[in-house]
């Protein structure tokens, strides 16, 4: 798929908000708006089965926001010194991979648009569709709770998990933030309050995107590794992702399916 942008050409750069202007943007059956945008390296079905994914009712609460396939987002004078995926700074976009753009490129930037919010996603960097899908579905999750707040059955459900200290979390986030939500002192439990609300936050944005994930590609749960924390236990994961499942029934022609594979 490849949009392209009259001012763009090569490798050159342009503004994010001049991307957002230029791009054609859609409307997907399920009300999310997103555009492509130069040489995503993207198939539009899939690209297009991907964001319709996102049940209809999750999406009813991210119509401020545009997501915005591209292929590099970076910071102004392509430059990494502002941290974060927001920055006062002027955000550039790159029409074209290069190999030098890529190292100085993020996966995401959100930027502030005169129509809302837009969410410049780079695809290039994102080198395959697992990846791709739940970059987008993480800022999906994060958006949703942010406008949203956390469903009262999801939050019972996972402090209860914590509580009984089942083992593992769902990102990096979420872990460092039970840690501290359940501190010890002298022998005793301490609850902090506020490291509570910011775990059931990570855990149910984390839970989202899993599950959104799960629609769109048939994954292992052991793909979703990373080296900092251990993976939530598979049978904890599965109530969570059950509980989002009726929480927010998938689209038609989607379906939601936990499959168990015993060791040999």
Known sequence: MADSAKSVSGSGLVAATEVASEAAVRSSPNGLRYAPFADTGLDEAELGRMVQAVPASIAAALSGKTYFFVPLAMAEGRSLEAAGHRSS?????????TPELAEQAICHRNVELATGEGVFISSRLLTDRFSLAFEFFINVGHGFVNQAGIAEAFAELAW???????RGETS???WEARATALGRSEGAVR???????DFLEAAFSDSIA??????????????????EYPLLAPQALADRLRLIAKLFPANPDYEFAIRYRRRM
């Open 172 to 174: 990096q986030d979420a």
């Open 191 to 197: 609850v902090d309050e506020r490291a509570k609300g």
């Open 160 to 166: 209860n998990q914590a509580v009984a200290d089942v």
């Open 89 to 97: 700074d002027t955000t550039m976009i790159s029409a074209a991979y």
């Open 210 to 227: 899993i599950y959104l994930l799960s629609l769109a590609l048939d994954f292992d749960y052991s793909e979703l590794r990373e080296r």
